[in-house]
């Protein structure tokens, strides 16, 4: 298999392509863009041969598209492994946001997620995080100095935090000066609550929107539905959410999917408030994309809008999250699901 190139940074560059000096910014730019290395006809010929021989200018291909309402495009992409992933990106008034994926399924093991449902397949690498945001960049016509994707959220299949040198390394390449320069400010990351390493990224400098997937106020019930909540319960993930917003100074939110008579009654409202008070917390709430696999049932859209009123009512800065995907399989993990049931040979 050819190496990997998207992955590099500027420096890493530099080491393999020193002379001329401009060099390595270029290639970072060209690469960024989205073309291929016969398409950087400013380069010598015998390097763009070189290039074509060692390097893979992007390793994630656009296998399929499904347009949904109001513009959705959901992506299944193939790795050069011939791996499959996903990602939705959705046109919106203040800019367009791409749902990516992190790692190829997820060994966190969340009973109502698809994406857990056989387990961790491997980490994505930072260049296959990035190339999904350059592919689809590229495909709504997007550029390096006119970017198509403005915002990035990290909620697709994968722990992020369960990957976390490689989703740090992508976040560092993609709001990057030469490259698609999205900011810290429009990308948010979505953790299941791996405490320690929510502590850790609090220091390292990166200030993304941090949302942490609560679904649950109590251990018991957290266990039972998030096993991770085993090795850091809820407690622990609040105070390391509190840090989160001393070290940077971002609201943090808290995602609550609910699902219709374990995680909707009045205590769990009230104990949701009472977790969330006293920082500035914000509660997603997302009604349950129901997965023919589990037998979870979401609740109906008015008893939704009946929990959000409760926890208005207890204070709680809340709203409700569309998922715009649904009409198009938008729940983490579930396209490629589907796609691998019905392209199944045996
Ligand atoms: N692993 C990370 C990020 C990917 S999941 C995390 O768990 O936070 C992104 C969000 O989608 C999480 O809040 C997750 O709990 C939620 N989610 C997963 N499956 C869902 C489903 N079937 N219905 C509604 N939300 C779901
Ligand atoms: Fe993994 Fe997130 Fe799905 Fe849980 S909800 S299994 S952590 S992808």
């Known amino acids: 298999m050819k190496a990997e190139i998207l992955s590099l940074n500027i420096d890493e560059l530099k080491e393999l392509f020193p002379e001329p000096k401009y060099l390595a910014g270029q290639l970072f730019a060209f690469l960024h863009e989205g073309a291929s290395f016969d398409d950087m006809t400013s380069l010598k010929k015998e390097l763009r041969e070189f290039l074509n021989e060692h390097y893979v200018?992007?390793?994630?291909?656009?296998?399929?598209?499904?347009?949904?309402?109001?513009?959705?495009?959901?992506?299944?992409f193939e790795l050069e492994d011939g791996n499959l992933i996903e990602g939705v990106y959705m046109p919106h008034d203040y800019g367009n946001t791409l749902c990516l994926s992190t790692q190829i399924g997820c060994r966190m093991g969340c009973t109502f997620c698809a994406s857990g449902l056989d387990g961790l397949l491997r980490n994505l690498s930072?260049?296959?995080?990035?190339?999904?945001?350059?592919?689809?960049?590229?495909?709504?016509?997007?550029?390096?100095?006119?970017?198509?994707?403005?915002?990035?959220?990290?909620?697709?299949s994968g722990e992020p935090f369960d990957n976390y040198e490689?989703?740090?390394?992508?976040?560092?390449?993609?709001?990057?000066?030469?490259?698609?320069?999205?900011?810290?400010?429009?990308?948010?990351?979505?953790?299941?609550?791996?405490?320690?390493?929510?502590?850790t990224f609090a220091d390292s400098g990166h200030k993304v929107t941090l949302s942490i997937s609560l679904h649950a106020p109590f251990d018991e019930l957290r266990s039972t539905i998030m096993p991770v909540n085993r090795k850091y319960n809820v407690?622990?993930?609040?105070?390391?959410?509190?840090?989160?917003?001393?070290?940077?100074?971002r609201r943090v939110i808290f995602e609550y999917t609910l699902i219709k008579g374990t995680n909707d009654s009045d205590k769990c409202a009230k104990e949701l408030a009472r977790l969330t008070a006293g920082f500035p917390a914000h509660v997603n709430?997302?009604?349950?994309?129901?997965?023919?696999?589990?037998?979870?049932?979401?609740p109906t859209e008015d008893a939704t809008k009946e929990f959000?009123?409760?926890?208005?009512?207890?204070?709680?800065?809340?709203?409700?999250?569309?998922?715009?995907?649904?009409?198009?399989?938008?729940?983490?993990?579930?396209?490629?699901?589907?796609?691998?049931?019905?392209?199944?040979?045996?």
């Open 57 to 76: 200018s992007n390793p994630v291909k656009i296998r399929k598209k499904f347009v949904g309402k109001s513009g959705t495009i959901k992506y299944l």
């Open 126 to 156: 930072a260049g296959e995080m990035l190339g999904q945001v350059i592919a689809v960049n590229k495909d709504n016509g997007g550029s390096v100095k006119n970017r198509a994707v403005t915002n990035l959220v990290l909620m697709g």
């Open 166 to 199: 490689n989703t740090l390394k992508f976040l560092t390449l993609v709001s990057a000066e030469k490259g698609i320069n999205i900011s810290e400010r429009n990308i948010s990351l979505s953790t299941s609550g791996l405490a320690d390493k929510v502590r």
């Open 235 to 249: 407690k622990e993930i609040v105070s390391a959410a509190r840090y989160y917003f001393e070290k940077t100074g």
């Open 285 to 298: 709430l997302i009604r349950l994309n129901e997965v023919k696999e589990r037998n979870h049932v979401a």
């Open 308 to 346: 959000l009123k409760k926890l208005e009512r207890l204070g709680v800065s809340a709203t409700i999250r569309k998922s715009l995907g649904n009409d198009i399989e938008g729940a983490c993990g579930q396209l490629r699901r589907r796609y691998l049931e019905e392209n199944q040979t045996d």
